[in-house]
């Protein structure tokens, strides 16, 4: 059974860090293309960051420069770190792995930003 956990999300000021973390297991994680998606509150997800299997990195322009996405293939882990957050940042977020045409993804974890 594919499980993935996220962690790491919280309330935090406009300005400062935080870092999310995904554990995953029951899939071959260190073959697949993972990722970071959010969604804000009335709005459609929306892609974060994506790394694959090699650490291939592609962020939004929204967080191009501000978030990092990293992926630890021998501990099925990966994170998120994310500095100068903005209000517009708050969202739920999920991680997500691909595995050919099938898309497994966490409950997600809700992080606020306040102004």
């Known amino acids: 059974q594919v499980q993935l956990v996220e962690s790491g999300g919280g309330v935090v000021q406009s300005g400062g860090s935080m870092r999310l973390s995904c554990a995953v297991s029951g899939i071959i994680f260190k073959t697949n293309v993972a990722g970071w998606y959010r969604q804000a509150p009335g709005k459609e997800r929306e892609l974060v960051a994506t790394?694959?299997?090699?650490?291939?990195?592609s962020y939004a322009d929204s967080v191009k420069g501000r978030f990092t996405i990293s992926r630890d293939n021998a501990a099925t882990t990966m994170w998120l770190q994310m500095n100068s957050l903005k209000p517009e940042d708050t969202a739920v977020y999920s991680c997500n792995v691909k595995a050919g045409l099938v898309d497994f993804w966490g409950k997600g974890t809700l992080v606020t930003v306040s102004s």
């Open positions: 790394i694959t299997r090699l650490g291939d990195t």
